[in-house]
């Protein structure tokens, strides 16, 4: 399951009774108060951060990162985010609602997520007064969100379902579940990276919609072994050959644009998964799907680059990162 399920996250949406969402937030000082009512409650247990004058690059690696959402981003003159020691829980200001708390871990790990988040969500209900109804539960911005206002995911990675064109098929089938399954934004349609989420948050508990979420995730799991299985013995050679060339091609590309470098990284990771090639510190191919972003690549080069530089750069860095990296394949 550990090179299926790669990460598990648990969101909680709350809103401040009486306060207008953050898109109706007209009084600067109301959304302060906001971030000032977080830090009471929590004080030195989160480090605060508020976007507003914040420049436009340290913006763009906390989204790259994951730390903030493109949503957070378009609100900086009121949002903020606080986030603990271990960057392993977050909780977004202002962004669609008042509070969104967010916990993300490793591995299939969504009871683990709400257990860490539930302790900060008490904390603020017993502090706030938060917008409930006895009928329809957490009050949020978003009528999808109403109800527990959770949203329970799991970040996998599908190389042989994708492969295998099922990706389509098995959406619908989960979609009667009640579970959404879609590309992983963060890598564009051309890595084999997906999201299963909850699609319902009203008339569920949280324990329905975290099983739910748990038992799709299994389904995924046991289709994608099944299917890697097959591809090893019907198309091993097909897929060893696509792996190869995408190592060949990162190593000595002149111009990279991101859609080609997430694909060829996927096929990478693809072909270490199912043990066809070997890389020395296999991380690196892992952190290059992040540090080949615009923005890690300004950092690290001390540039602000075009979009004809930004390619260049980008197959520098790659290239530099895995040239000489690989051990073998396995014929």
Not at 23 to 38: M, P, R, Y
Not at 87 to 116: A, F
Not at 146 to 163: D, Q, R
Not at 275 to 283: D, E, R, T, V
Request: with cysteine.
């Amino acid at each position: 399951m550990e090179s299926i399920v790669i990460s598990s996250k648990i969101r909680l949406a709350r809103n401040i009774q009486d306060l207008p969402f953050p898109n109706k937030l007209s009084d600067f000082e109301n959304a302060k108060g906001v971030a000032k009512a977080i830090y009471e409650i929590f004080g030195d247990e989160f480090t605060y951060t508020s976007l507003k004058n914040m420049p436009q690059q340290k913006q763009l690696l906390l989204l790259e990162n994951g730390t903030i959402s493109n949503a957070l981003s378009d609100n900086k003159d009121i949002a903020s985010f606080a986030s603990n020691p271990d960057k392993n829980i977050v909780i977004l200001i202002n962004e669609d609602d008042h509070i969104r708390e967010i916990c993300k871990l490793p591995g299939e790990s969504l009871d683990l997520c709400y257990d860490r988040l539930n302790k900060v969500d008490n904390k603020i209900l017993n502090k706030l007064d938060i917008s409930y109804s006895k009928n329809l539960g957490f009050l949020t911005a978003s009528p999808k969100n109403v109800g527990t206002a959770m949203k329970a995911s799991v970040e996998l990675f599908l190389p042989a379902l994708n492969f295998n064109n099922a990706i389509e098929q098995i959406s619908q089938s989960l979609l009667q579940s009640g579970l959404i399954l879609k590309n992983d934004e963060t890598y564009g349609k051309d890595g084999y990276f997906y999201i299963l989420h909850n699609k319902y948050t009203l008339g569920l508990s949280e324990s329905d919609i975290i099983n739910a979420v748990k038992k799709g995730a299994q389904v995924l799991v046991d289709l994608e072994q099944k299917a890697r299985k097959t591809l090893l013995d019907v198309n091993k050679t097909v897929i060893m050959d696509m792996c190869l060339r995408s190592y060949g091609i990162l190593t000595n590309s002149y111009i990279l644009p991101y859609d080609e470098c997430i694909e060829k990284l996927s096929k990478i990771r693809f072909g270490m998964v199912l043990g066809l090639i070997k890389i020395k510190n296999p991380s690196i191919v892992d952190d290059l799907f992040c540090q080949s972003n615009l923005g890690h690549l300004q950092d690290f080069y001390s540039l602000e680059l075009n979009s004809i530089e930004e390619k260049i750069f980008r197959a520098k860095f790659v290239m530099e990162s895995l040239e000489n990296k690989l051990i073998k394949g396995v014929r």
